[in-house]
């Protein structure tokens, strides 16, 4: 009887790369919507730091990166306004959303910023993760191109989103206080505010 074959994992430097590649594509994505390079590079942190909290593996990762970004930037903008003089009066509410043009287009930027950690999942999670959270399509569709039941494909898509967290998790160096929150993080080593990566 032979031995049962593993599939290897990727290795620290192929982490490396994609954990670079998907934060400087987060980050060139929030630069093109606030003011500065160094508010950019705060709200990234901001963004990622939100994503280790989270704690488990999110259903849909590009819509919850792209809820996570929107929030951040519009928490910015809102901060900045200006409070009326008189606390009890209501202020007009001139926060722009810098997402209402076109959100889908938002959407779809951002998840090109998880393709690169995706593409170091093993299969058939990394094919089920791209289809349906990064392409779009149902898991309806994808089971029947795939020749398996749609609870299957559920399965791996599922599975296949707790590997991309838990990819993201070994990029990253994480300090938890006794309880279990997240107190602190940083990304690999190479991966620095001026750093930049190939799209």
């Known amino acids: 009887m032979s031995a049962p074959t593993t599939v290897a994992g990727p290795s620290d430097a192929d982490l490396d790369q994609a954990y670079r590649q998907m934060r400087s594509r987060l980050r060139?994505?929030?630069a093109a919507r606030v003011e500065n390079p160094e508010t950019a590079e705060d709200l990234t942190q901001e963004v990622l730091l939100r994503l280790i909290r989270a704690g488990t593996a999110v259903d849909d990762p590009t819509a919850w990166l792209y809820r996570v970004a929107r929030n951040v930037i519009i928490d910015?903008?809102?901060?900045?306004?200006?409070?009326?003089?008189?606390?009890?009066?209501?202020?007009?509410?001139g926060v722009v959303d810098p997402f209402a043009d076109d959100p889908d287009g938002a959407r779809l930027e951002l998840s090109r910023c998880l393709r690169s950690l995706v593409d170091h999942l093993p299969e058939p999670y990394r094919s089920a993760v791209r289809s349906v959270d990064l392409d779009g399509a149902t898991q309806t569709a994808v089971s029947a191109a795939a020749g398996v039941s749609v609870s299957g494909m559920k399965s791996r898509v599922q599975r296949g989103r707790r590997q991309l967290?838990?990819?993201?998790?070994?990029?990253?160096t994480i300090e938890v206080s006794a309880s279990g929150a997240v107190m602190d993080y940083a990304g690999?080593?190479?991966c620095t505010a001026d750093s930049t990566c190939a799209r």
């Not at 910015?76 to 509410?93: I, K, N, V």
């Not at 967290?165 to 990253?172: F, I």
Request: net charge neutral; hydrophobic share 30%.
């Open 28 to 30: 060139a994505f929030i």
């Open 76 to 93: 910015h903008y809102r901060g900045r306004r200006p409070q009326p003089a008189d606390p009890t009066m209501p202020g007009a509410d």
């Open 165 to 172: 967290r838990d990819l993201l998790m070994d990029c990253c």
């Open 188 to 190: 690999p080593p190479s």
